[in-house]
């Protein structure tokens, strides 16, 4: 009799020492869901970010990785659901705002689209990026003058990427102002080849 209570004990602390604290175990399913994200297995990654977000269900971070692979594994609802969960829990975040627009602009919702990207604009005036995403609404538009706009901030804040140059030469090409264009391009060519 004695010996069970001992043994009892005994499998008490192992089972103590192997077990995992709540915080702990969302660690490893949080870090294995960022493996699979940037290894484009999205729908791992969707697993594993559900079972974080029920370990810890009001951390942005995990709403806001579980919303990109919803979006890249195109469950445009379940998208949104994250995003807006997201902005609930951190108002002011800019890329929850930038995604919101890319999946406006799939949807072709581009008032919505342009409303989300001046949005995370505010929030972080100095992304490159969204003035990018801008910048292929304007064109869309035909507002040349907006978009040649925006590119020249995405080329003000990261002056060194190739495809805001290639964009440049295309809206350059479109409103035939040629020799713009052409520098454009060139500047695209150099620093593609710099890459």
């Not at 699979?36 to 009001?58: M, Q, T, W, Y």
């Not at 910048?135 to 978009?147: N, V, Y």
């Not at 102002?177 to 150099?190: I, L, M, P, S, Y």
Request: proline share 2%.
């Amino acid at each position: 009799m004695m010996l069970s209570v001992y043994l009892g004990k005994f499998f008490d602390m192992i089972e103590d020492l192997f077990s995992l604290s709540s915080e702990d175990l969302f660690k490893v399913h949080y870090r294995e869901a960022i493996e699979h994200l940037e290894n484009d297995r999205f729908n791992e990654a969707v697993s594993e970010l559900k079972k974080a977000n029920g370990l810890k269900p009001k951390r942005v971070k995990v709403h806001y990785h579980l919303g990109v692979a919803y979006f890249h594994n195109m469950m445009i609802e379940e998208a949104l659901r994250e995003f807006n969960t997201v902005l609930k829990l951190s108002p002011g975040n800019a890329d929850a705002y930038q995604y919101l627009g890319r999946i406006y602009e799939k949807e072709e919702a581009i008032d919505k689209a342009v409303d989300a990207y001046k949005t995370a604009i505010k929030y972080r005036p100095d992304q490159a990026e969204l003035y990018y995403r801008m910048s292929l609404i304007h064109d869309k538009r035909g507002e040349h003058e907006q978009a040649i706009a925006s590119l020249n901030e995405a080329i003000k804040f990261e002056p060194k990427v190739a495809k805001y140059y290639y964009r440049l030469g295309l809206v350059y090409d479109g409103c035939n102002q040629h020799e713009k264009a052409v520098e454009a391009f060139k500047k695209a060519v150099e620093y593609e080849k710099a890459d």
